[in-house]
């Protein structure tokens, strides 16, 4: 039993157990997928408002879907 506060002998060599493994980024932080997704995301969320604002600018009065489908892609163009 080696008493506490005991140093290693001076020929012992210490050997680096592994390590962390470093996190890879989700894509591997690839540009062109995050444009490519975001630019579509707001794409969609363009064509989804698009449809009842179409519709109520013919004089149609908004029923409750398009008013929830409105909600929705103003909720998506802001995240």
């Known amino acids: 039993m080696s008493p506490q506060g005991a140093e290693a002998a001076p020929g012992a060599v210490s050997v680096p157990g592994p390590g962390p493994a470093s996190r890879r980024p989700l894509f591997g932080g690839c540009w062109s997928c ?31 879907g398009a008013i929830a489908q409105i909600t929705f892609a103003a909720g998506e163009g802001r995240g």
Do not use: D
């Open 34 to 64: 995050r444009l490519l997704s975001g630019a579509g995301l707001l794409m969609a969320a363009i064509w989804v408002y698009q449809g009842p604002r179409s519709t109520m600018k013919k004089g149609i009065p908004p029923s409750m």
